[in-house]
């Protein structure tokens, strides 16, 4: 393999780390606080409003259904409008980070479902506010699941950054179309796919050795 193409592998590698990080940065901002709220306002919850979860939770639901390359298409106005661009690494980022919100929210609810209600009702009794609750009762008692889950994204935001390539975002996905199918180069095609198991491997692994870390049980 030439010089050439292991520094187009470089800097592909390069803009699927820059992608992958920044989206799931701005994505795990917005999906946390969502999360919470999605278990904090539901029925009998310390912050019920029944009608505000029904809402966002059928927002979150509708946004998780679409497709990642339908999704891609369709916003891109809005990505130009952010980025003033709809090619690129930075455009691709759009699209993964609204993808990524949705998913961040409903696996940190489902994380957080399971602290038991009977510490939110012992903070409860000591007169915790529920700021106080979600900070020092949800929040520490479930991160440890929260890792485990965020890192099952992250896999996810890998393989969508993969297809965003397809309509030329970038990243190790539009090295595989540009000069692996689309140049008859099956070896070029292999390498990228080797890349993408090794750096899904890694990732596991980081998760897996933090939220054992964290976990309290």
């Known amino acids: 393999m030439s010089s050439d193409i292991m520094m187009l592998l470089i ?21 946390i606080p969502l999360g919470i709220l999605l278990v904090t306002t539901a029925k009998e919850q310390i912050l019920q409003c029944t009608t505000f ?5 059928g927002i979150i639901n509708a946004v998780r259904s679409i497709p990642f390359i339908i999704l891609m298409v369709a916003i891109i ?7 003033k661009t709809s090619i690129g690494t930075t455009a691709a980022m759009v699209p993964l980070t609204i ?6 929210a409903r696996q940190v609810e489902n994380s957080i479902k399971e602290v038991p209600y009977g510490l939110i009702e012992a903070a409860l009794s000591l ?11 949800l929040l520490p008692e479930a991160l440890s699941s929260i890792i485990s889950q965020l890192t099952t994204v992250i896999i996810g935001l890998i393989g969508a950054s ?6 030329g975002g970038g990243g190790i996905g539009d090295l ?25 491997q890694l990732v596991q692994f980081i998760g897996n050795y933090i939220a054992f870390r964290l976990n309290k049980k």
């Open 11 to 31: 800097k592909s590698l390069g803009q699927t780390l820059y992608m992958v990080i920044i989206s799931m940065l701005i994505a795990s901002a917005l999906g």
């Open 53 to 57: 979860n029904r809402i966002l939770a």
């Open 77 to 83: 106005p809005f990505t130009r409008l952010v980025v």
């Open 99 to 104: 993808a990524a919100i949705p998913f961040i």
């Open 127 to 137: 007169g915790a506010t529920p700021a106080q609750i979600i900070r020092h009762v």
């Open 162 to 167: 993969a297809m965003a390539g397809t309509i």
């Open 176 to 200: 595989a179309i540009r000069y692996g199918y689309q140049r008859f180069r099956p070896d070029i095609m292999l390498i990228t796919v080797i890349i993408l198991i090794i750096l899904v």
